[in-house]
């Protein structure tokens, strides 16, 4: 014989399953990597002790300011998260959630998503000497351009590169700096074309540039809006879709002629 259940009886057994279901979520691991601000670095200046452009073949000028490639942080692409950890971090300013996929290539061990983050950062700085070379004109049978940077992997610091490599040849043609004496920071890969691309997590890197000192992020146009999500105070954006804006944006801003983008 079946008994008749009240309402209240027959919403606290239907829910159960969905309890139980959540509280099996909140501890099963999810396919998501928490990410966070990382380090910056000067590509004018030394890291580890070692200067990160080198160059040979060519005159070069000693620079005033400084020009900050950024990075993001990510969990172990074996470290279990969690719904709690998901919840957490979507409530933070100063974490994301991505997918691992989107952090880490897929079906990849520690040691080969090392070795793959290793090669494209090598691609990224031969793309960057390229452009920077064509863009000043100079060819690479003469001009020698030796770029290192200490435990970063991946191609986002491209641009970065060329405007150093650009800054300390001096190839706007003029005595001044392309920084103007500035913290400049800024994200996006480049091409041997001077073709400036998205790279992702940016609104996590413009926070690594203003702890670090940033009062400007070149960011690639695409990702504006990113950007401006979670913007810093005192931190002015300025969108770039080639090396030749960039450079240009840089010359105007350093000048006070000229416009400067904006987002």
């Given amino acids: 014989m079946l008994s008749r259940l009240t ?39 030394e890291n580890k002790g070692t200067p990160v452009i080198t160059i040979s073949g060519a005159p070069t000028r000693d620079t005033t300011g400084q020009l900050r490639m950024t990075t993001i942080e990510a969990t172990n692409p074996d470290t279990r998260v969690s719904l709690g950890d998901v919840l957490d971090a979507w409530f933070a300013t100063d974490q994301a959630v991505m997918p691992r996929d989107a952090v880490y290539p897929s079906g990849q061990n520690v040691k080969e998503i090392e070795q793959h983050n290793t090669e494209q950062m090598k691609e990224s700085q031969d793309a960057a000497t390229e452009a920077a070379l064509k863009y000043l004109d ?15 992997g991946g191609p986002s610091a491209g641009l970065l590169f060329t405007l150093g490599i650009i800054d300390k040849l001096d190839g706007d ?3 001044g700096d392309l920084t103007g004496g500035r913290t400049i920071a800024g994200t996006g ?3 041997a074309n001077g073709e400036v691309g ?27 809006s990113d950007a401006k999500s979670e913007l810093p105070k005192g931190l002015r954006l300025i969108p770039v879709t080639t090396l030749k804006g960039a450079v240009n944006a840089l010359t105007a801003l350093e000048s006070g002629k000229g416009s400067v983008p904006s987002c």
């Fill in 7 to 45: 309402r209240p009886q027959a919403v606290a057994v239907c829910a159960l399953p969905v309890v139980a279901l959540l509280a099996t979520a909140a501890f099963a691991p999810l396919p998501f990597s928490l990410t966070q601000p990382g380090l910056t670095a000067n590509v004018l200046g």
């Fill in 138 to 152: 100079l060819s690479d049978r003469d001009v020698k351009v030796t770029l290192k940077l200490a435990d970063v």
């Fill in 173 to 175: 043609g003029s005595d």
């Fill in 189 to 191: 890969t480049i091409d």
């Fill in 198 to 224: 998205a790279v992702g997590g940016v609104a996590l890197k413009t926070q690594a540039a203003r702890r670090d000192g940033a009062t400007v992020f070149l960011v690639p146009k695409a990702e504006c």
